[in-house]
């Protein structure tokens, strides 16, 4: 069966799933009823090291969501969304020097805990946005279920944002504003005095912080401890890549040619994948591959590409493809292919 959207590989931390069933419990639900609901009665939850799939995920807030009655259980989980709760991140998180080294740092990690999410941080004028979007559209067995389904999704990352930097700072977090793409729910009223500011009904979803408070310092700022934890965080982005491939594959997504100057540097691809130059050359190696042995690789196909489909002459792909001389790309392409750029161009002919 085909899984475009990944939604059958575990990749959600239990940590996650126990918060939903300590909030259901409170409610006079009991943990067995809510995973036999969800059919989730066998998955060993309390694994530290745990993971659920986007799927298991969904139908356990589903059933939350129709066992409770409460559809705005979305801001409850957001509202008690713990640092502590995101795993080695979270550590990684509160160590740091600044809120704003520890958006960054979130929205660089972000895809470590719910991949079907993405996060880009950016500055307008005196304000500083968080913006959240799904990678693929939120799938749900009738409209009406997927609706419920994102809205408590994007209410879960959108409150645990706020209420982490609330913990961080220790400070209010009153100036900030939440703007989210669906109309006004029922329930919002119940919990509006718990709330940041929220308008609805617009264009995308973001939080919106004064960029004044960018700097504020976090009350557990840790050097040493920071880079602990993002020794650990590195680790365990490599260790939950789906498979050797996986990490293959976003190597070479990032070995983007630039015209005229070649490829990224094995530290530019390294940070583009939030880890050190050495990690990745040393798990790269784990595979019986290194950084060169796929940059050949992506080389030798932008060449044979080159050769084969366009005019261009040997000379200038040899300049396009960032050789500073057009004897080292000769060379190169026959170690390759056994063959010289010439004699690969011929073939198109026949």
């Known amino acids: 069966m085909k899984d475009p959207y990944g939604l059958s590989k575990a990749t959600i931390p239990n940590a996650y799933a126990q918060l939903l069933i300590e909030i259901v419990v409170e409610r006079g639900i009991s943990a067995e009823q809510l995973l036999a609901e969800s059919r989730l009665s066998k998955i060993p939850l309390t694994a530290a090291e745990g993971r659920v799939t986007p799927r298991q995920w969904s139908r356990l807030v589903w059933s939350a969501l129709q066992l409770t009655g409460d559809e ?55 304000i500083t946005l968080i913006e959240i979007m799904e990678t693929h559209p939120v799938i749900g067995a009738a409209p009406e279920q997927a609706l419920m389904l994102r809205r408590f999704f994007h209410e879960c990352v959108m409150l645990g944002i706020v209420y982490a930097g609330r913990f961080l700072t220790g400070r209010d977090f009153s100036d900030v504003e939440l703007r989210v793409d669906w109309s006004e729910p029922a329930y919002h009223a119940r919990y509006r005095d718990r709330l940041p500011s929220i308008r609805f009904n617009q264009s995308s979803n973001q939080v919106r912080i004064p960029s004044a408070n960018i700097q ?30 996986d990490l293959i594959a976003r190597v070479k997504a990032e070995l ?18 939030n880890i050190s130059g050495r990690t990745l050359k040393r798990h790269l190696q784990t595979f019986n591959t290194t950084y060169i042995v796929l940059l050949d690789e992506v080389r030798q196909n932008e060449a044979e590409k080159l050769l084969m489909t366009t005019e261009m002459d040997i000379q200038k792909i040899s300049s396009f493809l960032g050789y500073l001389e057009p004897t080292n790309f000769t060379r190169a392409f026959k170690k390759w292919t056994g063959q010289t750029p010439s004699q690969c161009r011929q073939q198109r002919h026949y």
């Not at 602990?228 to 490599?238: G, K, L, N, P, R």
């Not at 983007?256 to 994948?273: H, Q």
């Open 256 to 273: 983007i040619l630039t015209p005229e100057m070649g490829y990224p540097s094995l530290d530019a691809v390294a940070a583009k994948l």
């Open 216 to 245: 504020s310092p976090l009350v557990l700022a840790d050097p040493m401890a920071h880079q602990q934890a993002m020794v650990q965080c590195e680790q365990e982005q490599i260790r939950h890549a789906d498979t050797p491939n």
């Open 72 to 126: 705005g259980l979305g801001y409850e989980y957001g509202l008690r969304l713990r640092p502590t709760a995101h795993g080695v991140l979270g550590f990684a998180l509160m160590s740091c020097a600044t809120i704003g080294q520890a958006l960054e740092l979130g929205a660089a990690f972000f895809s470590m805990r719910l991949r079907d999410y993405r996060i880009e941080m950016r500055t307008e004028g005196e």
